[in-house]
């Protein structure tokens, strides 16, 4: 099976005040984010994002086709890194890409030589508002963090507008 990327899922932002950023993109998108949970308590996520003990606020904002997410991590608090090389401290950003099947998708690359930095991330119970969802991050040529994700239960934006007219 061919790894077939469908679009891009979200963006992802690391930012150093939850609160601050809620109130600020919540005035610019008029609107609450569809998913704001704390996400960790997981030996894979801390492998993902390279952090021993990692827990994150996170937050997601339905804007036009994609998604915006917000992420502050509560451990371990880093000061902001401008070169963005770590996935767990604010100043780095992640693009997002939307898989079918993310193990699959991450075997395969992984043959293929993609550098990941964990295997991929399965949220179960210990984080029920993102049970199902799986993912994981590799880098592109020039550092910069790729995501690969499977999202079973479809959150994003295109679902709902699908529903929202009939077609799903």
Do not use: W
């Amino acid at each position: 099976m061919a790894v077939t990327v469908s679009r891009v899922h979200h963006v992802g932002l690391l930012v150093t005040d939850f609160d601050r950023s809620r109130a600020f993109y919540d005035k610019l998108f008029g609107k609450e984010p569809t998913i704001a949970t704390t996400v960790g308590n997981s030996g894979e996520f801390d492998g993902q994002v390279q952090a021993k003990g990692a827990r994150a606020r996170v937050a997601f904002y339905d804007v036009a086709n994609t998604s915006v997410e917000l992420i502050e991590f509560l451990t371990p608090k880093e000061p902001r890194d401008e070169r963005g090389d770590n996935p767990h401290v604010p100043g780095s950003k992640h693009l997002c890409f939307l898989v079918e099947d993310c193990d699959e998708a991450y075997r395969e690359m992984k043959a293929a030589g993609y550098d990941f930095l964990a295997p991929p991330c399965h949220f179960g119970d210990e984080n029920r508002d993102l049970k199902g969802v799986i993912f994981a991050y590799f880098r592109d040529p020039d550092g910069n963090i790729i995501e690969i994700l499977e999202d079973p239960k479809q959150r994003g934006l295109l679902t709902k507008a699908a529903h929202a007219v009939g077609l799903s």
